[in-house]
């Protein structure tokens, strides 16, 4: 079974720049999560979605912004770049378990960099 | 609210020697709880969960944790480090989010040094 991918592996923005960063989720899962990890903390939750609809939310401004398309591959969207946007942002997959014991698998990531 | 704490944000064993990574929870309800490894410039990889059943937990790369409900703690040990166990190691609570899905709160992580 192939795990969670994510592209693209680094990049770099100029602030007040969009950009979109994408995922697919492992085979068999279909509830997508993306965490912001900044340098040097632990993951942050930005929202999860299942069946293409957002089913939680971090505290996380309306800039970040989310999709997950039928095949439960999944993009997040940040608007108007800030520089402290910098991080790593990591997608996790799963299945539907209520109350999370099933555990997620995580992808390697996007290193994102605001200049 | 369902946070965890972890103690100590480097720790640093000799080869040979026991791991032991430190977390407490906070939570009202009997919590799902994780940990999780992360080396460097890569995503996080699953070591082990409790959710119900047996206290003691096994996971990979002989690493296993004991749920205590009585200390609030899910400490992570390894009887005899190796060279490869070096990475930073986060504890994570499960907890359920407005509109039905769930997230994980992680700890701000233990980076573990393996010294020869």
């Known amino acids: 079974e192939t795990g969670v991918t994510q592209s693209p592996t680094h990049l770099i923005k100029t602030r007040g720049q969009q950009v979109t960063l994408r995922c697919s989720s492992q085979s068999g899962h279909n509830t997508v999560s993306w965490y912001q990890q900044a340098l040097g903390q632990g993951p942050q939750f930005i929202f999860q979605y299942y069946r293409e609809e957002e089913n939680g939310r971090g505290n996380f401004p309306p800039r970040f912004s989310g999709l997950q398309f039928p095949n439960y591959s999944s993009e997040l969207n940040v608007n108007a770049l800030e520089l402290d946007d910098s991080a790593l942002y990591l997608c996790?997959?799963?299945?539907?378990?209520?109350?999370?014991?099933?555990?997620?698998?995580f992808g390697s990531g996007t290193r994102l960099t605001v200049v | 609210a369902q946070s965890v704490t972890q103690l100590g944000s480097h720790v640093s064993v000799s080869e040979g020697a026991l791991v032991l990574l430190r977390c407490n929870y906070s939570s009202s309800v009997p919590p799902y709880l994780f940990w999780y490894v992360q080396y460097p410039n890569q995503g996080l990889q699953l070591l082990l969960k409790y959710t119900t059943g047996a206290t003691l937990v096994k996971g990979i790369n002989g690493f296993e944790a004991e749920f205590k409900k009585s200390e609030t703690s899910f400490h992570l040990t390894k009887p005899s480090a190796h060279m490869s166990d070096a990475a930073e190691y986060f504890c994570a609570v499960s907890r359920l989010v407005t509109g039905g899905g769930n997230k994980l709160t992680f700890g701000t992580g233990t980076q573990l040094k393996v010294e020869l």
């Open positions: 996790a997959s799963s299945i539907p378990s209520g109350t999370g014991s099933y555990g997620y698998t």
